[in-house]
């Protein structure tokens, strides 16, 4: 058998064959020769003439401990479609690329679950050149599909360079994948996102989560008017924890408990109460005796918490009313703050009960992305949104083992 022959049936390049084979100190070169006549502009329009040819080389999945390399002409097309002079596309390379689609699929693969700097060593390449395939792959792969059908999305924040810097994050709850990530922490950001999604399928947009913290809220209140907005239970409930610290706080100057039983309160009006220890339960007694006001703020808090737990949602509504209402006649005057905070957000708090939604998605997302840059994802926002992409936006590699 040739040795042509044998390239041709363990390498089964789509598009072309092996015409020659040379030995070099790089490894093995394969001298290709394409199957079609017509050139193939990036637009997809076909053609006979070219514009002009150059020779280059790919780098292959390596054959044993040897490098593999194929070479072809390729040709520039002065394509009347696009009225430019283009490079022509070819079956076995992505566009601009200095490897063959094979070998970015086993990088882009081993990307999505490990480091890149492990990868380049496995692979024998630059960490470059991963961070160069790795964008490609994500090009290719993340197109406008994945905005269509966007019914009810989460937005959040999330810090990198040791918080100084911030990238907003939007995920679809219904396929609990990010579909958009964009530098920055401000309405900006977010308004791009709207941008690229267009009136029309922002119309589409039935709910949106978020966290208490107001940036995003105008403008999804602004480009999607018809969305509810759903605050994010966990938020709320960490506002309501910190007036119950803020009336601690405000007894504090006069405790009559000794001083270490009293730091110890704080844990113990923070827990839920069905989680209390004994002596976290003999704690709370001891204040509905000695200090009604906090044991009250205490209640509240457990009253509140029952409108995630326990309340009919189609109550939801009537009992937070009601709970206001109480909350103001505490006179405690970190609940009557609280009061006026929920009230402010009422509609976002309910809707979230209403439709069962929160933002636990995104923060689930938010520490899948701290692990991403534990792995070192390279410096800049870009490096970081494209490694996002590859493994959070639903992006599954095929490997040429695999078709
Ligand atoms: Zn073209």
Redesign the pocket.
């Known amino acids: 058998m040739r040795v042509t022959t044998v390239f041709n049936r363990v390498l089964a390049l789509p598009g072309a064959s092996v015409e020659s084979v040379s030995f070099t100190d790089q490894g093995v070169v394969l001298g290709l020769r394409r199957r079609r006549r017509l050139l193939v ?3 997809g ?1 076909k053609q006979r003439g070219r514009y002009d040819t150059s020779r280059r080389r790919w780098r292959h999945l390596d054959f044993g401990a040897c490098q593999v390399w194929l070479e072809a002409d390729i040709h520039r097309i002065d ?1 009347r ?2 009225g430019r002079v ?1 490079t022509e596309e070819l079956p076995w390379a992505r566009p601009g690329a200095r490897h063959s689609r094979d070998f970015e699929d086993v990088i882009a693969w081993p990307a999505q679950r490990m480091d890149k700097t492990s990868v380049s060593r496995l692979m024998r390449c630059s960490w470059e050149a991963v961070d160069r395939i790795v964008g490609r792959v994500v090009v290719e792969h993340v197109d406008d599909a994945r905005l269509e059908d966007v019914y009810r999305i989460g937005v959040d924040e999330i810090s990198y360079k040791r918080g100084h810097k911030y990238l907003t994050v939007v995920a679809d709850h219904d396929t609990r994948k990010v579909i958009w990530v964009q530098e920055g922490r401000d309405k900006e950001a977010f308004e791009k996102f709207f941008d690229t999604l267009g009136d029309e399928r922002s119309e589409q947009v039935e709910a949106i989560t978020m966290d208490g913290s107001g940036i995003y809220r105008p403008v999804a209140e602004g480009r999607a008017p018809q969305a509810e907005i759903c605050m994010d239970p966990f938020h709320v409930i960490k506002w309501v924890n910190e007036a119950v610290d803020r009336a601690r706080t405000a007894q504090a100057a006069e405790a009559l408990i000794p001083s270490a039983q009293w730091r110890s309160t704080r844990a113990a009006l923070r827990k839920g109460a069905e989680n209390l220890t004994d002596k976290q339960r003999d704690i709370i007694n001891q204040l509905r005796r000695t200090r009604y006001r906090l044991w009250r703020a205490w209640e509240l808090k457990e009253e509140f918490r029952d409108v995630y737990r326990v309340i009919d949602p189609d109550e939801a509504r009537t009992y937070l009313k009601s709970w206001c209402t109480r909350a103001l006649r505490s006179r405690i005057p970190s609940m009557r703050n609280l009061v006026q905070r929920i009230r402010n957000h009422f509609d976002a708090i309910i809707a979230a009960i209403e439709l069962g939604l929160s933002n636990s998605l995104l923060e689930g997302i938010n520490s899948k992305i701290r692990v991403i840059q534990r792995r070192g994802y390279g410096h800049s926002p870009e490096s970081l949104s494209t490694m996002i992409y590859l493994c959070l936006s639903g992006i599954t590699i095929t490997l040429p083992t695999e078709r």
């Open positions: 502009c990036p637009c329009r394509c479609g696009c283009r």
